[in-house]
């Protein structure tokens, strides 16, 4: 009898324990269809909204899910709103068969209302902006000038820009108005000059190259890079890119005044190898002016680096040949040859952003092609910093050579004013 009790008593623990795992797993399932198919879309904010003219709408957006997934990201959103201009407006949000509207009432007067001094802004690049004033008052007459914010605007750069004038009441509500402002291209601004540094070969101290006394004046060793670069870093130097330098030398930019660019000559195999650990340790972006026929594709490939750019330096024409100058080649050959190693080396460098003339020779007819080719900068070897007016097809360079020390690098990159005329 006692046994039949006891095995009752197992089977009912049993039969509790398979019904309470039952009920658990219906409540689990139950749990997963609700989320996996939950499906709405909920507006956060009031349906129905007003705000002054040109003020600022804040638009609260909507919560949306499509069985149990958060697409809220995907709500498409469509509006006429113009908080310019009086009037109803709606705003839609769709997502799949869900759609949701929210109504916008602009009013016909400005709340707080704000008034701009004058009219749009035209000045020079490199003159001081005068702001022509404004002035902000809540609807009570509580004058609120004090609290309007003028967003920041660049004024280092030509161009046309927007300047926006935002004040906001005690009770949150924002009015908003916009400044045209246009600055025009300068290049009598009293710039302190850019330097484009012009080096050629890196090598080791501990490892000179037989060569080093013969072409001594193109040489500078990987230890006197390395301490004049970190110099530029501890002296807060801009590398600027060749679209700013073109930018620069147009008129159209103002770069900080301590600024410099630092280019290498020929890409030889020795000075790529030295360069890259120097310019990845300090972070400074230089130019290697590649002559492509060279196994150019090869050091293209070898030497990557985020640091190094590689830009022409002509693929076959960088030879003698010429009357101008040094007798460089490029200069005088015909059209369609200086045309033709363009392609070839713009092909291999990857980049047709700068040139440098083989030995510093230019000519018209070379200066029109590399202008058709599309490239933005084109360096010579004549001495001296790069100013605003100057052609950016033929920038001076300053000469890097060996033993110069380390104070007379520092003299030829410090920010000075161009000589008269």
């Known amino acids: 009898m006692q046994q039949i009790l006891n095995d009752r008593k197992k089977t009912g623990l049993v039969f509790g324990i398979l019904v309470m795992g039952i009920l658990v797993l219906g409540f689990l399932l139950l749990t997963i269809w609700y989320y996996t198919s939950e499906t709405y879309m909920v507006m956060a904010g009031k349906e129905k909204m007003t ?26 959103v469509e509006s006429d709103l113009d908080t310019g201009r009086p009037g109803e407006y709606t705003i839609t949000y769709s997502e799949g068969n869900f759609h949701s509207s929210r109504t916008v009432t602009v009013l016909d007067h400005m709340s707080p209302e704000l008034v701009l001094e004058g009219g749009d802004v035209t000045m020079l690049l490199g003159e001081k902006y005068q702001e022509p004033g404004y002035r902000a008052k809540a609807e009570d007459g509580t004058d609120l000038t004090d609290r309007v914010k003028v967003s920041r605007v660049r004024f280092d750069r030509a161009g046309r820009k927007t300047i926006r004038y935002t004040v906001t009441d005690d009770e949150g509500r924002s009015t908003q108005l916009s400044r045209r402002l246009t600055i025009r291209p300068n290049t009598q601004w009293g710039s302190p000059g850019l330097p484009i540094c012009m080096f050629h070969y890196v090598y080791d101290e501990n490892d000179p190259p037989a060569d080093l006394h013969r072409r001594y004046g193109n040489y500078i060793s990987a230890q006197a890079l390395t301490e004049e670069m970190s110099w530029l870093n501890d002296e807060g130097y801009y590398y600027p890119t060749w679209k ?16 410099v660019v630092l280019t290498f000559d020929d890409g030889e195999k020795a000075t790529l190898k030295q360069l890259i650990p120097i310019v990845e340790k300090c972070r400074i972006p230089v130019t290697s002016f590649l002559i492509t026929s060279k196994k150019g594709e090869k050091k293209v490939k070898e030497y990557v680096s985020p640091d190094l750019i590689f830009q022409s330096h002509t693929h076959e024409l960088h030879r003698a040949g010429g009357v101008p100058g040094h007798k460089g080649a490029f200069a005088v050959v015909t059209e369609e040859e200086r045309r033709a190693d363009l392609e070839k080396s713009i092909q291999v460098c990857g980049s047709r952003d700068a040139f440098a003339y ?3 020779d230019y000519s018209e007819s070379a200066e029109a092609d590399l202008k058709e080719e599309g490239f933005l900068c084109a360096v010579t070897t004549m001495p001296g910093k790069v100013f605003p007016g100057d052609n950016p097809l033929r920038l001076n360079r300053q000469r ?12 030829k990159v410090a920010p000075t004013q161009k000589p008269e005329q």
């Open 51 to 76: 705000i002054g003219l040109n003020g600022v709408f804040k638009d609260s957006g909507v919560e949306a899910r499509l069985s149990g997934r958060d697409v809220t990201g995907k709500v498409r």
């Open 358 to 360: 083989p030995y510093g």
């Open 244 to 259: 700013e330098v073109r930018e620069y030398a147009e008129g159209k930019l103002i770069l900080p005044e301590k600024s």
């Open 400 to 411: 890097m050579f060996l033993g110069q020390g380390l104070i007379m690098f520092q003299s």
